[in-house]
């Protein structure tokens, strides 16, 4: 008979946690509601505050927020997708640079649709609202989709 291995703790959790990424305390407190009590999971969130493992000042969720919101910036993600993202795990959002929206849009476009090709009045509307629908899936505001589009038929 094999031997059962003994259930890990709900600190030996977070510790998995945390050493895979960073986490925000609502993020790592859903994660264990699945498995653990509550008593359980807040002594593991308390022992991961007091060694600094996990945000709990404002000044520490801010940070946390402002690395997860430049990992989405690279992966060319809209502001409104990046706060709300942010909002879900528990994280303060983050301010927009409309430069930078404007420069990831124009990126994201630039290979994949051409409007200054298109002579079909018919053909350029269609295209234009399949690029704006693409662009608001990323989290890009209208104000943006807007000047990307006028840009484009330059």
């Not at 994660?31 to 520490?60: C, F, H, M």
């Not at 690395?67 to 809209?78: D, I, T, V, W, Y």
């Not at 849009?105 to 399949?130: G, P």
Request: glycine residues 4%.
């Amino acid at each position: 008979m094999k031997e059962r291995k003994p259930s890990t703790t709900a600190r030996n959790k977070v510790m998995d946690y945390l050493a895979r990424r960073d986490h925000s305390e609502k993020e790592l407190r859903q994660k264990l509601k699945r498995q653990y009590s509550s008593e359980e999971i807040e002594i593991a969130i308390n022992y991961g505050k007091d060694r600094g493992w996990i945000p709990n000042d404002a000044a520490s969720r801010k940070a946390l927020a402002v690395k997860a919101a430049e990992s989405l910036h690279c992966k060319k993600k809209g502001i409104i997708y990046i706060n709300s993202f942010l909002k879900k795990k528990g994280l303060p959002e983050v301010e927009s640079n409309d430069e930078q929206e404007l420069e990831k849009a124009q990126e994201l476009v630039k290979n994949k649709y051409s409007l200054s090709e298109v002579t079909d009045s018919e053909e350029k509307r269609r295209l234009v609202a399949k690029l704006s629908r693409f662009l608001l899936s990323r989290g890009f505001r209208r104000n943006t989709i807007q000047q990307v589009i006028s840009r484009g038929r330059k």
